[in-house]
């Protein structure tokens, strides 16, 4: 029987620790044109959150009042948020990122899921610099043709 051959090229993925927990690692490319916008529309999606009125959330996330109600809540926001991170980088990351945390946990002034996004954003921003800058020269190799 043949041996599968390999195709190999740099993809540009990176490995990266989620809070410095070697037992939680993702991996991405960071100047992916692609991710970046997956994580701006998750982030837009998500931006101006809030509760519905008959919802009143504790600072870990959990919810005050009616159980039934609010869990019901809490499963369909968590399951959004589950599909959203997951969306972003087309594979199963999100109990690696959250880690069992509710994305409604308020950490400092924020929900935790803001904050996640925060740091996302905040990690590719150099990538994306160099990003577009290395496109410019490349577009411009190929297009020269055209702008004469």
Do not use: W
Request: proline share 5%.
């Amino acid at each position: 029987m043949k041996s599968m051959k390999n195709l190999s090229f740099d993809d540009g993925y990176e490995s990266f620790t989620v809070n410095d927990d070697p037992n939680r690692v993702i991996r991405f490319n960071p100047a992916d044109p692609e991710i970046i916008n997956r994580v701006l529309e998750v982030r837009n999606m998500f931006q101006s959150y809030q509760p519905p009125d008959n919802i009143e959330l504790n600072p870990d996330g959990t919810t005050k009042g009616d159980l039934e109600t609010s869990g019901a809540y809490i499963a369909e926001f968590t399951k959004a948020m589950r599909e959203a991170f997951n969306g972003i980088f087309l594979s199963d990351v999100y109990d690696t990122i959250f880690a069992g945390q509710s994305p409604l946990c308020i950490v400092g002034q924020k929900y935790l899921f803001e904050g996640v996004l925060d740091g996302l954003l905040k990690l590719m921003k150099p990538a994306v610099e160099a990003y577009g800058k290395k496109n410019e020269q490349k577009l411009g190799k190929y297009l020269k043709d055209v702008a004469k």
